[in-house]
């Protein structure tokens, strides 16, 4: 056992297999779609990505709620009885409260638990850009990392964390306040996709506009071509709202263009997507600068 837990949220949208291989607890947020909440559990035991996408595409609506300090009292207390300490990485703080939530739960731990770390490091990221801090705040605990070095390593690299993604439905962007109602009504009849990114302060900026799907597609690989260090060294990320088939495309242009390590695709989870929608597709990587 280490001598201290990763613990994250489920908009880090990381696969299963990816979370019981590096030991890490992933805290599932609640949605409500319809008349019913859920719990986005990474498992998809509540419900399935790809059955809430069907209910969006239908027309239902869906709204998010961030983590209480209450449950991160639940969650973290047992970890500190333990003798373990806690490592917690955040959805961007510029995205929701659950950050700041989890401070203000960790300095009222550290009164009642004085010789334990409690650590929350706003990720500054979102969906897989969350999700590959976590694989490699993991990755260095695996082989030998302190809680320290790992929090430094994240507070100085968020930065490069790289987010490139597109849309299918500008409508969905249009209720989240990201582009005017005539802006998505252009821009659905004349098949504008926007290219749009998570910025340094971890806000979703839109970055450019393209016309066509192939298009916005190949823009993600463009951009990534202009800023990615390293690439075979690299475990790339990319996620999808229910489009499995156009995620594969990007995994096998990255294959292609830069010959990198390893990727991973996964679905984006329902607290994410009800913000971007079914037809997102996200890559993920290291880079020079978010910006």
Do not use: C
Request: glycine share 8%.
């Amino acid at each position: 056992m280490y001598d201290y837990k990763i613990i994250t949220d489920s908009t880090s949208d990381l696969p299963v297999k990816l979370i019981k291989a590096l030991d890490i607890e992933v805290i599932p947020m609640i949605f409500t779609i319809g008349e019913n909440s859920y719990s986005n559990f990474p498992d998809e035991r509540d419900i399935s990505a790809h059955d809430f996408y069907d209910r969006l595409r239908g027309g239902e609506m869906s709204t998010t709620n961030q983590i209480s300090p209450v449950t991160f009292t639940e969650i973290f207390e047992p970890v500190l009885k333990s003798g373990q300490d806690v490592l917690y990485i955040a959805f961007s703080s510029a995205l929701s409260g659950t950050y700041n939530n989890a401070r203000l739960t960790a300095e009222e731990l550290s009164l009642k638990y004085p010789k334990r770390k409690i650590y929350t490091v706003d990720s500054l990221a979102a969906s897989m850009g969350e999700g590959l801090l976590v694989y490699y705040a993991a990755q260095m605990r695996q082989k030998g990392g302190s809680i320290d070095e790992v929090r430094d390593w994240l507070t100085a690299n968020r930065g490069r964390l790289a987010h490139w993604f597109t849309v299918d439905d500008l409508n969905h962007l249009k209720r989240g306040g990201r582009v005017s109602g005539a802006a998505a009504l252009v821009g659905t009849v004349l098949g504008i996709k926007p290219v749009l990114h998570v910025d340094r302060e971890g806000r979703l900026i839109p970055v450019e506009k393209v016309r066509g799907r192939r298009q916005s597609l190949d823009t993600l690989i463009h951009h990534m071509k202009t800023a990615v260090e390293k690439p075979e060294e690299q475990m790339i990320f990319v996620s999808h709202g229910d489009s499995p088939d156009e995620a594969k495309y990007i995994a096998e242009q990255v294959r292609k263009q830069f010959h990198v390590k390893a990727i991973e695709i996964n679905p984006i989870g329902p607290v994410i997507g009800t913000h971007s929608g079914p037809g997102t597709i996200a890559l993920f990587y290291l880079g020079r600068d978010r910006n």
